[in-house]
């Protein structure tokens, strides 16, 4: 028993640790990447089945929306992504777009699609695991990340502000003029 508890007492610390270290590394909306670094890695399945990387897409202007159907704001926010980014970007092969459904399973994530009328390509996020690359694992969504062609973050949006979004379309047409 002595044993056990002297090796279970350093991993808790550890853990604990870990954990306040992401705290305190996150900004005022939960966010633990800045605009500047590299966007964490990491593979997703879209709802068609097929796979995506984010490293492989190096070279194209890419934008992450973190997205649920329990989130208001997202439902709110969905129409304007689909007709003032996507519809617009959609036949650029220099731009990807993937919302990325927050822990949710593979048939609510197509429904929600459906009902958003989202055209854009939808990918689970089983944990959240993806999510928490990006923000505190607690933290809330709607959220959009955007990634320059060399894979650093050059936007971090919170919510839904016209301007913040208005801004955002912006930068992404500057980035695809570049």
Same mark, same amino acid.
């Given at each position: ?6 090796? !279970?007492?350093?991993? #808790?610390? #550890?853990?604990?640790?870990?954990? %306040? ?7 005022? /909306?939960?966010?633990? %990447? ?22 492989? !897409? ?5 934008? =992450? ?11 709110? @926010? ?12 959609? *036949? *650029?092969? @220099?731009?990807? =777009? ?7 399973? !593979? @048939?609510? %994530? ?7 009328? /989202?055209?854009?390509? =939808? ?20 959220? *959009? ?12 949006t919170r919510l839904y502000n016209p301007? @913040?979004?208005?801004? !955002? ?6 980035l695809l003029a570049e």
């Open positions: 028993m002595f044993l056990i508890k002297r090796l !279970l007492l350093p991993l #808790l610390l #550890l853990w604990a640790t870990a954990a %306040v270290a992401q705290e305190a590394e996150a900004d005022s /909306v939960g966010y633990i %990447v800045r605009v500047g670094q590299m966007a964490p890695d990491f593979t997703v399945t879209l709802t068609d089945g097929s796979s995506v990387t984010l490293s492989q !897409l190096r070279g194209r202007v890419v934008m =992450l929306q973190f997205t649920a159907s329990w989130c208001g704001v997202c439902r709110k @926010e969905m129409p304007f992504i689909e007709r003032d980014i996507w519809q617009k970007h959609k *036949n *650029n092969k @220099e731009f990807a =777009l993937i919302g990325i459904d927050r822990d949710e399973p !593979l @048939e609510k %994530v197509i429904a929600f699609g459906r009902q958003t009328k /989202v055209t854009y390509p =939808l990918a689970l996020d089983p944990g959240a695991d993806v999510f928490a690359r990006y923000a505190l694992r607690k933290a809330g969504i709607t959220r *959009n990340v955007l990634i320059d062609r060399e894979g650093r973050i050059v936007m971090l301007e @913040e979004f208005a801004a !955002l379309t912006r930068e992404i047409d500057r």
